[in-house]
């Protein structure tokens, strides 16, 4: 009788184990890249209306002849 119960607790323990190292097998990030701009809070925004940002974005790039560096895009290696 108590050797069946050791089974038991050690095939309940092995089960609990199998269990949690099945949790760990496959992490992925809930979050694909590309959703990540809709989770952005807008407070952290410099400009509240993204339109004419990108608007004024634009025509300072052709006024100025010079492109990036806003900090919006790109990982700052100065390519885009």
């Not at 990030?29 to 590309?34: E, H, L, R, S, T």
């Amino acid at each position: 009788m108590r050797r069946s119960i050791t089974v038991c607790v050690h095939m309940l323990a092995a089960a609990a184990v199998a269990g949690l190292l099945s949790g760990c097998g496959s992490i992925e990030p809930w979050v694909k890249p590309y959703e990540r701009e809709r989770l952005a809070s807008p407070l952290l925004q410099f400009s509240r209306d993204g339109l004419s940002a990108k608007h004024f974005e634009h025509v300072r790039e052709v006024r100025e002849g010079g492109r990036g560096a806003t900090g919006v895009q790109g990982g700052g290696c100065g390519c885009n």
